[in-house]
């Protein structure tokens, strides 16, 4: 029989600084009816120039490893999804577990984008499935601002920055990762991406003139996509373990967009009351949104032992993934 594997504890954290719609529209042709009406989002929190991925992943860790009431040297491993690393090497994982002195860890980071998280949570049940007694903290951290254009207006409005964390180890109850599925598409590449500083176009003055180390975006083909794959994702995971919309307690998607949260779900049948969603106050996220929403719903007491909460993202790759937990 396969190990269960839980989450025992869970821990977020948002820069201080807030950035409203009304200060974008002092920056670039907006407002805040335009904003609000085609994405949801009111604000967002942007960190300081001195403010790295793993100092917000640090925090997030160490409030994670608070709620599980675990030490760092409990851990066997610090998984970091992540698009802004502090560096391209070493592993932003690497200076967290500096951080919080968990010598213990092995560590690495996981480049999924937005679908991160999920792309970590199952390589860390994985661990703790093949071997019990160990523990995983899986971390979603990102400061975009550091890499939004904010001469864009259509890309510019979207992002924010933040960290949540969580810790999984073998379970003691009926709590489990139930299911998860991951996927990407390979020929899509180009739909959502930072064309500069990478191999195929190295850091030069040119690259830098032509703003290459900043996101490019399809809008249009992202939105169109992301509606229709989140809502095939979670039909799938209900499906395969054999469950229907209403045996779900609360679904943590991605926030990518309000208007792809909202017709993903009502097709589904699902209300909105049982749908985390936070894009109002942090914008997207990337990796960190799914577990900076869960730890709020969590800390809210929406989520509580026992129920069945389904995490869903789709994001830069094209990838995807899905997870139904019970918690």
């Not at 160990?134 to 939004?148: C, D, F, R, V, Y």
């Not at 830098?208 to 229709?228: D, P, S, T, W």
Request: net charge neutral; proline share 4%.
């Amino acid at each position: 029989m396969a190990v269960k594997v839980a989450f025992l504890g869970v821990g977020s954290y948002v820069p201080a600084k807030v950035l409203r719609n009304e200060d974008l529209a002092r920056m670039v042709d907006t407002t805040d009816e335009w904003i609000t009406a085609r994405t949801g989002i009111k604000e967002r929190r942007v960190s300081s120039n001195g403010e790295a991925t793993s100092d917000l992943a640090a925090i997030a860790a160490t409030r994670a490893l608070e709620d599980a009431r675990l030490k760092a040297d409990d851990l066997d491993y610090v998984i970091t999804a992540t698009v802004t690393p502090d560096t391209p090497f070493p592993s932003t994982a690497c200076y967290v577990q500096n951080k919080i002195n968990a010598l213990k860890a092995a560590c690495f980071d996981v480049g999924a984008a937005c679908a991160g998280f999920i792309y970590a949570l199952s390589t860390g049940v994985a661990h703790v499935r093949q071997n019990p007694k160990q523990k995983a903290l899986l971390i979603g951290a990102e400061t975009l601002s550091k890499i939004t254009d904010y001469t864009d207006r259509s890309s510019c409005i979207l992002f924010g920055d933040g960290a949540g964390a969580a810790i999984v180890g073998k379970s003691e109850t009926d709590s489990d990762v139930l299911y998860t599925s991951l996927g990407s598409d390979g020929t899509r590449t180009d739909t959502m991406i930072l064309p500069g500083g990478g191999s195929r176009n190295p850091a030069t003055l040119e690259t830098v003139q032509n703003r290459m180390h900043y996101m490019r975006i399809r809008g249009r083909e992202v939105f169109k996509f992301a509606i229709l794959k989140m809502r095939e994702l979670m039909a799938e995971a209900l499906d395969a373990c054999n469950m229907n919309p209403e045996d779900v307690a609360m679904v943590i998607p991605h926030q990518v967009n309000l208007r792809v949260i909202e017709p993903a779900i009502s097709k589904l049948g699902i209300p909105i009351e049982k749908v985390a969603v936070n894009i109002q106050k942090y914008g997207n996220t990337s990796a960190a949104s799914i577990p900076l929403a869960l730890d709020e719903a969590v800390k809210e007491g929406k989520i509580k032992r026992g129920d069945i909460v389904l995490l869903v993202a789709v994001g830069a790759g094209l990838v995807w993934g899905v997870s139904l937990v019970r918690w």
